[in-house]
């Protein structure tokens, strides 16, 4: 049974020029996200209070965005497409609407390249549309651990279903990445995760994106129900450096490429 309603907000274009490393656009169908992940930054940037406030318990699909999206393909130069940036594509409203479905195959045939961000197992119904070429998947697996799961990420695919998602993806000759973020010190930045993380990473034959928790003020608000403000403080000031260079030299070490997501 779902816990929230689907509703609308407006949508002047449906796609927008990207600052983030190897996307050239963006694309959103929904405005919020109902995975409701404590460490989400998206509520801290973007220009709803109501659905900041209310992060993880309200969504929205854009008005007419399939429409919007195909009048805008035929004005634009073919780019990668990042699907999505600012909202999880395959949260639970896609299953019924379809939204993100009709996108990539409106970009496919279009001849634009899509990167895919996801953290729901979800995306394994369209591989049809992207066994056909021009198509990457990203999943977020930012632990192995279940529990890890159910306190951060309460509204996204277990750990096991997405595992399995991007073994299938994998599997059928689409190319996959993993992006291990954030990364929280005393959270997730044992050796039973990055244990986990590259082991995935060889059997799917998978790059690994990481990144650091950046601490925004509503973040650490939510951040605040799971951690006490001293170790909210630390988690701050946490330096990641050796982190990172062990990380990377394990990478090297079983044969994965890595890198920082945003560097």
Known sequence: MMRWAISTVPCKYAISKSRLPGLDYAFNPYSGCTHGCLYCYVPDIMHNPAMSSNWGRTAAVKEEVTRKLNDDLRRMRPGVVGVSTVTDPYQPMERILQVTRQAISLLRGASFPI?????????????????????????????????????????ASRIAERAKALKELSDAGVKTWIFYGPIIPGANDGPADTDFILSLACDTRSDVLYDRLNVKPLLRNRMLTVFSESEMDRIKRFDFKDFYDAFESRCRAVGVKCRQAFA
């Open 115 to 155: 990167s895919i961000q996801t953290k729901s197992a979800l995306v394994v119904r369209d591989l049809d549309i992207m066994q056909r070429g021009g198509v990457e998947v990203g999943m977020t697996i930012t632990s192995g651990d279940e529990c890890f799961r159910a306190k951060f990420e309460p509204g």
